[in-house]
């Protein structure tokens, strides 16, 4: 009679780590290995965890990595259930990236992953591109660019796709939608994507809206212009009583006063005969530079947009909290990964390296925020000192208890 002290959700890899299925170290198992047996090392379970520990602890560019990994043999050879104490090179580091990682099959992890991962989600989606600027090459002017579905709250990218051009974008922000579930969510994008079919496609799915307009949709943009114009009566549409509801907010931040105003309207519903239009809103940020509670600089920037949320559900003062917390884009995902993972500053020019290397990002930050960090850098002090609680989180699908 065999006799075992795994639970239902575990499993024991062939290096003796008892792991939970479902956990990032039970997909990296599934990943495909296209290396031939004879002269293979390292296996591509072994690679990934070191890499992924190693973007953990504060380290970034493949020599960096390879150099932790040595300088930490011992211990990695302890926790990870090794061998022999020989670590890979920072060539055989670049070659995950370069060759050895399927990109469909790692998008799918991500997605897979982080979709499980629906704990702690947020209401809002925000869909944005970026360029990666590492993997530019002499004379282009930028790099590969990918889209990706981010969620704020809980610092997770739902999905993510590699688009051709900014043009392209459109066709793939169709596409990467019908990869994320978005019933009950609230998508935020650029001007780009305010496009009939993208909104209908997202209210068919059960989800709202809430975009910015520009002269790209130029007759929409008109008509939202007019209603909120100062002038009376209203051209276009006579004497009318408006039912503008209004919400005003102020913040300070480095020496900079910005006091936002939104107005928002229903009067357009009909009019407009744009797919779920629900609202309409009128956006002023108005900014001021201060110096010794002086004032020295001034600005002022007017948004328009729409959204498919009733003002049942979203009063003015919402959808000024949803159209700001499009941002967390910028600010927890791209931010992060050019400056705490100096994502741009490597260089990854060779096969789909610059791809893995984001979604490596992604993973890492998604394992920060689920291990209770809202600061990547005091994480990656902290996991420096605690190797351990690292792999832990590896190792299991839910946070640190």
């Given at each position: 009679?065999?006799?075992?002290t795994?639970n239902?959700w575990?499993?024991?890899s062939?290096h003796?780590?008892?792991y939970t299925?479902?956990?990032?170290?039970?997909?990296?198992?599934q990943l495909?290995?296209p290396?031939?047996?004879?002269?293979?090392?390292?296996?591509?379970?072994?690679?990934l965890?070191?890499i992924?520990?190693?973007?953990?602890?504060?380290k970034?560019?493949?020599?960096?990595?390879a150099?932790w990994?040595?300088?930490?043999?011992?211990?990695?050879?302890?926790?990870?259930?090794?061998k022999?104490?020989?670590?890979?090179s920072?060539?055989?580091i670049r070659?995950?990236?370069?060759?050895?990682?399927?990109?469909?099959?790692f998008?799918?992890?991500?997605?897979e992953?982080?979709q499980?991962?629906?704990?702690?989600?947020?209401?809002v989606?925000?869909?944005?591109?970026?360029?990666?600027?590492?993997?530019?090459?002499?004379g282009?002017?930028?790099?590969?660019?990918?889209?990706s579905?981010?969620?704020?709250?809980?610092?997770?990218?739902?999905?993510?796709?590699?688009?051709e051009?900014?043009?392209?974008e459109?066709?793939?922000?169709h596409?990467?939608?019908?990869?994320?579930?978005?019933?009950?969510?609230?998508?935020?994008?650029?001007?780009m994507?305010?496009?009939?079919d993208?909104c209908?496609?997202?209210?068919?799915?059960?989800?709202?809206?809430l975009?910015p307009?520009?002269?790209n949709?130029?007759?929409?943009?008109?008509?939202i212009a007019?209603?909120?114009?100062?002038?009376?009566?209203?051209?276009?549409?006579g004497k009318?009583?408006?039912d503008?509801?209004s919400?005003?907010?102020?913040s300070?931040g480095?020496?900079?006063?910005e006091?936002r105003?939104?107005q928002?309207?229903?009067?357009?519903?009909d009019?407009?005969?744009w797919?779920g239009?629900?609202?309409?809103?009128?956006?002023?940020r108005?900014?001021?530079?201060l110096?010794?509670s002086?004032?020295?600089?001034?600005?002022?920037?007017?948004?328009?947009?729409?959204?498919?949320?009733a003002?049942?559900?979203a009063?003015?003062a919402k959808?000024?909290?949803?159209?700001?917390?499009h941002?967390?884009?910028?600010?927890?995902l791209?931010?992060?990964?050019?400056?705490?993972?100096?994502?741009d500053?490597?260089?990854?020019?060779l096969?789909?390296?610059?791809?893995?290397?984001?979604?490596?990002?992604?993973?890492?930050?998604g394992?920060?925020?689920?291990?209770?960090f809202a600061?990547?850098?005091?994480?990656r002090?902290?996991?420096?000192g605690?190797?351990?609680?690292?792999?832990?989180l590896?190792?299991?699908?839910f946070p640190?208890?």
């Open positions: 009679m065999e006799y075992t795994l239902p575990q499993e024991i062939e003796g780590i008892v299925m479902g956990s990032l170290y039970d997909r990296f198992q495909s290995d290396r031939k047996a004879k002269g293979k090392q390292y296996s591509l379970l072994t690679l965890v070191i992924f520990l190693a973007k953990m602890v504060g970034d560019k493949p020599l960096d990595i150099a990994a040595q300088n930490h043999a011992e211990e990695l050879v302890a926790l990870l259930g090794l022999r104490e020989q670590m890979p920072h060539h055989t070659r995950v990236y370069h060759t050895i990682i399927s990109i469909e099959e998008e799918a992890l991500l997605e992953y982080h499980q991962q629906n704990e702690g989600d947020g209401e989606l925000a869909l944005d591109g970026k360029v990666l600027r590492g993997t530019r090459v002499g282009e002017r930028c790099g590969e660019m990918v889209l579905v981010y969620d704020g709250q809980s610092q997770q990218v739902k999905a993510q796709c590699q688009i051009s900014k043009e392209n459109i066709v793939a922000a596409e990467l939608l019908e990869r994320v579930e978005i019933a009950g969510k609230i998508v935020t994008a650029d001007a994507h305010t496009q009939r993208w209908q496609q997202i209210v068919d799915a059960q989800g709202d809206y975009l307009v520009k002269e949709q130029e007759r929409l943009y008109q008509d007019r209603l909120f114009a100062p002038d009376q009566p209203k051209p276009g549409f009318l009583t408006t503008f509801q919400t005003k907010q102020v300070y480095h020496g900079r006063l006091v105003i939104l928002a309207s229903e009067l357009l519903n009019h407009c005969n797919p239009l629900s609202q309409v809103y009128h956006l002023e108005q900014f001021y530079w110096r010794q002086q004032v020295y600089k001034s600005s002022v920037e007017v948004e328009l947009g729409i959204t498919s949320l003002r049942q559900r009063q003015a959808v000024l909290k949803v159209r700001r917390l941002w967390q884009i910028e600010t927890g791209h931010y992060r990964r050019d400056v705490t993972f100096h994502e500053a490597t260089r990854m020019t096969g789909n390296a610059g791809q893995v290397l984001a979604i490596i990002h992604n993973l890492v930050i394992l920060f925020k689920r291990a209770g600061y990547a850098p005091a994480a002090r902290f996991f420096d605690h190797l351990i609680d690292a792999f832990y590896l190792l299991h699908p640190l208890s």
